[in-house]
């Protein structure tokens, strides 16, 4: 009797662990289902076997294009950003042990959205040679790339992560506080491009608008790559600092205690959870609240450890955005509701729900 009462926390375990994973399998069963019905509906309705033959190869014409040309880069871009912006709000909010932490929460999200249109306006990223506030001659900084608006983004998002890291390590301001200078930041970067819009051209101001949707139909392969190759990396490196979270989780004294090198990691993972953030907002515009959405659903299902949150966190995001730009493609028609629009809907009622129970404490 004293054996199996010893051996009984280590089955619980051990059969707690087995559901999560059959919840991972459920989770993905459930994304690979969205994939079909996302490629099956639109405008252009296709059958199950149409899809089939298509990824075989064997279909020509309006098919072919609608599946690989218009269809299945939106949802490969959807997934992709759906995981990336899932994983930053995991980072975030672990590194800064702040629940309500995620890139559009700290004003990370509208400082890549500044940069971008500090480089749309003011540099003519994209080929625009007139402006108001650039000389008709000067096309020494005229950057024919879109990579040019990424750099610009990312810039803007590293001047918000280090404003946020700046106040958390030299200020020591609690984690309510923190929350409230990134909404500060946020309404700083927005004023600012508000302000660039003002100066723009008719042309430029469009761009800068259309851009600022959140919106997963823009992006090419090649850019979709771009982002699939970052978020890969940054899952890479949290997956190999899951335990480390973990030791932060406990709090900073106990994760030395264990050798933990805490600067160093949050840093680190700073900076990657703001590459991807960066990234995502360069090529699909801001889409709100998916990275604070995502992790608080993962901890509601599987908890708070970071070996079974983040794989479930990302294939969540992952869900949650398709779904989103899914619903609105099916719903409008034509495919023109922006999907940041949505995800605003799903993640505004949580944010005030947080509030009202008292979990940002």
């Not at 051990?14 to 991972?24: G, H, T």
């Not at 051209?201 to 850019?223: H, I, M, N, Q, Y």
Request: glycine fraction near 10%.
């Amino acid at each position: 009797m004293d054996i199996e009462l010893s051996h009984s926390p280590a089955l619980s375990h051990r059969v707690l662990f087995r559901k999560k994973i059959l919840l991972l399998f459920f989770l993905f069963i459930l994304l690979g289902t969205l994939i079909l019905f996302a490629i099956a509906v639109g405008s252009y309705d296709l059958s199950i076997v149409s899809i089939i033959r298509a990824f075989l190869g064997q279909s020509e014409g309006p098919i072919h294009t609608v599946v690989w040309n218009i269809r299945l880069p939106r949802i490969v871009a959807a997934i992709v950003a759906g995981w990336g912006l899932a994983l930053s709000g995991i980072a975030f909010q672990s590194l800064l042990k702040n629940p309500l932490a995620s890139p559009s929460t700290l004003g990370i999200s509208q400082g890549a959205a500044f940069g971008a249109a500090f480089a749309v306006v003011a540099l003519g990223a994209g080929g625009m040679q007139g402006g108001a506030l650039r000389m008709q001659g000067s096309s020494s900084l005229n950057i024919y790339s879109i990579y040019a608006v990424t750099f610009f983004a990312f810039a803007g998002a590293m001047a918000a992560t280090s404003v946020i890291l700046a106040l958390a390590r030299v200020k020591k301001m609690s984690p309510e506080a923190i929350i409230l200078a990134g909404v500060a930041l946020s309404s700083l970067f927005v004023s600012g491009t508000i302000l660039l819009q003002y100066f723009a051209s008719e042309v430029e101001l469009a761009a800068v608008v259309f851009w600022a949707f959140g919106d997963v139909a823009r992006p090419t392969w090649k850019e979709i790559a771009v982002v699939a190759a970052a978020a890969f990396l940054s899952t890479l490196y949290f997956v190999l600092n899951q335990w480390n979270l973990n030791a932060l989780s406990a709090g900073e004294d106990v994760a030395k205690g264990l050798g933990v090198e805490t600067e160093k990691i949050r840093v680190l993972g700073l900076l990657m959870a703001t590459l991807i953030a960066a990234l995502i907002t360069c090529f699909h515009g801001v889409i709100a609240f998916l990275g604070l959405l995502a992790p608080h659903i993962g901890r509601r299902l599987v908890g708070s450890d970071h070996r079974v949150l983040i794989p479930h966190t990302c294939v969540i995001g992952a869900v949650l955005l398709l779904a989103a730009d899914t619903i609105g493609r099916y719903v409008v028609g034509s495919g023109t509701l922006p999907v940041g629009v949505l995800t605003s809907f799903m993640g505004a009622p949580l944010f005030l729900y947080l509030l009202l129970r008292g979990s940002a404490a």
